[in-house]
């Protein structure tokens, strides 16, 4: 074995990412980020590659601090989403993260299949392997156009995005990009910012 080449926790990755992905699957924030474009057209994929960096962040560190981990998930929230969480949503989270890292740690899987069992069933918005697919809509003249509008974006799942009853993805298809901010839950506040250029 190549010293340094493999995490000392890389055995438990499959087993945390699963966790990781059922908290964060009933994280309403994270839910109401992507479905409200904060991701921007591919927020479901940024999600999804959230939960693999949480993941690895923390099976690749001997020890994780709960302070840090904030630190990076509020970093990942304002910078991916455009959302800062002030309901400490974050901090419950990480709580639950690092108690089922730190029983997985102790070889206590089968603890943390059952807590998981008694949090009860979710709806799975956001598993790995689910992608949504970028499509330009072919309007025009042929030139590409660096700087798009939402407009001129249609968004297509790939085939493995849809299951039963789901719907993963803030859906643009045949808009003409009209919002109606009437729709927004209540308690969600939307700040836009000034357009990059």
């Known amino acids: 074995m190549a010293s340094g080449s493999q995490s000392p926790l890389a055995h438990l990755q499959p087993a945390f990412k699963e966790i990781v992905e059922n908290v964060f699957n009933r994280w309403t924030a994270l839910l ?31 020890k994780v601090d709960a302070y840090d981990l904030r630190e990076v998930m509020e970093e990942i929230m304002d910078q991916e989403f455009e959302t800062i969480c002030e309901d400490e949503s974050v901090d419950e989270i990480i709580d639950i993260l690092i108690k089922y890292l730190n029983l997985l740690k102790e070889n206590k899987e089968d603890q943390v299949r059952a807590e998981l069992t008694r949090m009860g069933p979710c709806e799975i918005w956001i598993k790995s ?69």
């Open 32 to 62: 109401l980020a992507v479905e409200h474009g904060m991701g921007g057209p591919l927020g479901l994929n940024t999600a999804i590659e959230m939960i693999n960096y949480i993941t690895c962040y923390c099976t690749d560190n001997k």
């Open 129 to 197: 392997g689910y992608r949504i697919k970028m499509q330009m809509m072919d309007d025009s003249n042929g030139t590409e156009d660096e700087d798009l509008d939402d407009q001129d974006m249609h968004i297509k799942p790939a085939p493995a995005t849809t299951s039963a009853g789901m719907n993963p993805s803030p859906s643009t298809e045949g808009s003409t990009t009209e919002f109606h901010e009437e729709d927004v839950d209540p308690g969600w506040t939307q700040v836009r910012g000034k357009r990059r250029r």
